[in-house]
């Protein structure tokens, strides 16, 4: 008979959703940016290194604040470090709205990573850790969805303010809107119970449980808790005192849970994420939108799709479980890497030619296609528009005016000439009829990468530690994500001139093919197992192509009713333990 799930309690829902709001942060800061800077790239005259700084900056100090993090929610409690978050996050905002020049703006820049990188290593493992087992992962998608919310949401700020030159001050400013109503939520909301029982505040701990289960489930819950507590006491006893970096390496089930969950950050974001953001404007371009701001705009309902995703996943996760969203997403993500890497080589090989040279264009000059034309940062192509189509069997390669990208320096897309001829300025992107073909397969790529790849590899990482390891380990792993994302943040522009972007998309597509070989070994299924439970999965053997519900393990119960260790250290095989008289299966708990 299937037993029957409670409901989640009012006190749950609010918990989550003020949780979630760091997650909206998260989203918003990456979605507002790459709007943001199509005004300070006028407003400050930004180079090419000043636009990757302004970028990279945020990044490189996420990734610094996630490694922080794990360590800071271990000592400080998972409250302490989000309203730490939310308090930076709030200064952050304010220094960037109010900035009076692009040296100011980099570092608030840096300090909105700082709170954006506290956010994202502690608020799924808060959720996590407050969640019954039947809802936790519908919980931490919660933050998943919140986080293409902020994204899709940042597209229409980004669209609603791109028509005044100061709009990106308002941009950069209203992100201090959800930080501040988080700030003053988690002022009464509780800690973590399981950080709680951890540091020995168990009244504390069971007056939450109960808020969230109730006072039956919530007595069960907290002895479960308590027990899992009492034997990681005893390891760390033994320990005597080791940090909880050495102890991490040398536990083999908990060492490959890191490796797996730094595995899934690192695959979700050379699977070509931000790739496939980062063309997003330029796909719309080359399907025949010439306006700056009605690409936003689009841009902004492109981006929705993935959100659209995370929402399915919101209702599959409960029910086909983790392992097998991540397999068929990540699969159908190496088909439509494949698809628009086949929809770029297209766009390139009826790339029309550069075949009239104006004599004072400079380098520009000497290519002599639109796509070797667009890969060089200093140069765009000038065509004439073929009716209301995009399709061109020539124009010229020019200088790009640096004061205003909108404009070429000479010729026929200078300021002067295009005020009065029907010429049309592509600054990134080549004239093609296969643009729609690119535009379809990155709406189907945002779809399938919220379904699975987007919110899963959060999921995960709340669930695969135990709670003595959750901080550290999920801040290494949320560190493997940011640091990834620098990786392709600063190599992407020269990845695509030394290997074409299409060359970039099929690369792309093998790495994820690489990335579904590693998960299927190593991902075992977590889908409504308790917490304390899921890290015995990793001690069985290596490949993981089974699912967890039909891999029968054993704990051991000793006479005394006391559960031991799950298996020995340093073996793959069960503990024998003097005196105890019953072997009880762990998928029975």
């Given at each position: 008979?299937?037993?029957?799930?409670?409901?989640?309690?009012?006190?749950?829902?609010?918990?989550?959703?003020?949780?979630?709001?760091?997650?909206?942060?998260?989203?918003?800061?990456?979605?507002?940016?790459?709007?943001?800077?199509?005004?300070?790239?006028?407003?400050?005259?930004?180079?090419?290194?000043?636009?990757?700084?302004?970028?990279?900056?945020?990044?490189g100090s996420a990734a610094v604040a996630a490694l922080a993090g794990g360590f800071l929610n271990d000592i400080l409690g998972r409250k302490r470090v989000i309203l730490l978050a939310s308090f930076i996050f709030t200064i952050g905002a304010g220094v960037m709205a109010g900035t009076p020049n692009k040296e100011v703006l980099l570092v608030g820049r840096l300090v909105v990573g700082l709170g954006v990188g506290l956010a994202a290593t502690t608020v799924p493992v808060y959720i996590?850790?407050?969640?019954?087992?039947?809802?936790?992962?519908?919980?931490?998608?919660?933050?998943?969805?919140?986080?293409?919310?902020?994204?899709?949401?940042?597209?229409?700020?980004?669209?609603?303010?791109?028509?005044?030159?100061?709009?990106?001050?308002?941009?950069?400013?209203?992100?201090?809107?959800?930080?501040?109503?988080?700030?003053?939520?988690?002022?009464?909301?509780?800690?973590s119970p399981r950080w709680l029982v951890r540091h020995g505040h168990h009244q504390k701990a069971l007056e939450v449980l109960k808020k969230i289960h109730g006072s039956q489930q919530a007595e069960k819950e907290h002895e479960i808790i308590q027990n899992s507590e009492r034997k990681q006491k005893r390891i760390e006893h033994e320990?005597?005192?080791?940090?909880?970096?050495?102890?991490?390496?040398?536990?083999?089930?908990?060492?490959?849970?890191?490796?797996?969950?730094?595995?899934?950050?690192?695959?979700?974001?050379?699977?070509?994420?931000?790739?496939?953001?980062?063309?997003?404007?330029?796909?719309?371009?080359?399907?025949?939108?010439?306006?700056?701001?009605?690409?936003?705009?689009?841009?902004?309902?492109?981006?929705?799709?993935?959100?659209?995703?995370?929402?399915?996943?919101?209702?599959?996760?409960?029910?086909?479980?983790?392992?097998?969203?991540?397999?068929g997403s990540l699969a159908g993500l190496v088909i439509c890497l494949i698809f628009i890497g086949v929809a770029f080589l297209m766009i390139s090989i009826t790339a029309p030619s550069a075949d009239i040279v104006n004599p004072v264009a400079g380098i520009c000059a000497s290519y002599s296609t639109c796509s070797d034309c667009i890969l060089e940062e200093n140069c765009g192509f000038c065509f004439r528009q073929n009716g209301s189509s995009y399709v061109t069997n020539s124009g010229s390669c020019l200088p790009v005016d640096k004061?205003?990208?909108?404009?070429?320096?000479?010729?026929?897309?200078?300021?002067?000439?295009?005020?009065?001829?029907?010429?049309?300025?592509?600054?990134?992107?080549?004239?093609?009829?296969?643009?729609?073909?690119?535009?379809?397969?990155?709406?189907?790529?945002?779809?399938?990468?919220?379904?699975g790849m987007g919110p899963m590899p959060w999921v995960i990482n709340t669930e695969i530690y135990p709670t003595w390891a959750?901080?550290?380990?999920?801040?290494?792993?949320?560190?493997?994500?940011?640091?990834?994302?620098?990786?392709?943040?600063?190599?992407?522009?020269?990845?695509?001139?030394?290997?074409?972007?299409?060359?970039?998309?099929?690369?792309?597509?093998?790495?994820?093919?690489?990335?579904?070989?590693?998960?299927?070994?190593?991902?075992?299924?977590?889908?409504?197992?308790?917490?304390?439970?899921?890290?015995?999965l990793f001690a069985r053997p290596v490949c993981s192509c089974c699912t967890g519900e039909s891999y029968v393990q054993y704990d051991i119960v000793n006479t005394e009713g006391e559960e031991e260790p799950l298996l020995n250290d340093t073996k793959n095989e069960v503990k024998t333990i003097p005196g105890s008289d019953t072997v009880k299966p762990l998928n029975a708990l």
């Open positions: 008979m299937t037993e029957h799930n409670p409901s989640l309690t009012s006190f749950i829902k609010v918990l989550t959703f003020f949780a979630a709001l760091g997650g909206f942060l998260f989203g918003y800061d990456c979605g507002i940016i790459s709007g943001a800077l199509v005004l300070l790239k006028t407003e400050y005259n930004l180079s090419t290194l000043w636009q990757q700084l302004i970028v990279s900056i945020t990044i996590a850790e407050c969640a019954p087992p039947h809802a936790r992962g519908r919980l931490v998608i919660v933050n998943g969805c919140c986080i293409a919310g902020g994204t899709a949401t940042a597209g229409v700020i980004a669209g609603s303010f791109s028509y005044f030159s100061w709009g990106w001050r308002i941009m950069f400013g209203l992100s201090a809107v959800p930080a501040i109503i988080q700030l003053i939520g988690f002022l009464f909301l509780p800690e320990q005597k005192g080791r940090s909880v970096v050495l102890q991490v390496l040398e536990t083999p089930a908990v060492r490959k849970a890191l490796i797996v969950g730094c595995g899934l950050q690192i695959i979700q974001q050379f699977a070509g994420i931000n790739t496939v953001v980062y063309y997003n404007g330029t796909i719309i371009r080359m399907s025949g939108v010439e306006s700056d701001t009605v690409t936003l705009w689009l841009a902004a309902a492109v981006s929705s799709c993935s959100l659209i995703g995370n929402l399915i996943s919101l209702f599959l996760v409960s029910k086909v479980g983790r392992r097998k969203l991540v397999l004061t205003d990208i909108k404009h070429s320096i000479v010729g026929m897309c200078s300021e002067i000439y295009n005020k009065t001829s029907d010429t049309v300025w592509g600054y990134d992107f080549c004239p093609s009829s296969f643009g729609y073909m690119a535009l379809a397969g990155m709406v189907m790529y945002l779809l399938i990468f919220g379904q959750r901080g550290f380990c999920n801040g290494c792993a949320t560190a493997a994500n940011w640091i990834s994302n620098l990786i392709i943040s600063m190599t992407f522009l020269s990845l695509t001139e030394a290997i074409t972007r299409y060359g970039a998309f099929f690369l792309y597509a093998g790495i994820a093919v690489i990335g579904f070989v590693f998960l299927f070994t190593l991902l075992p299924e977590t889908k409504d197992k308790p917490l304390e439970d899921i890290v015995h």
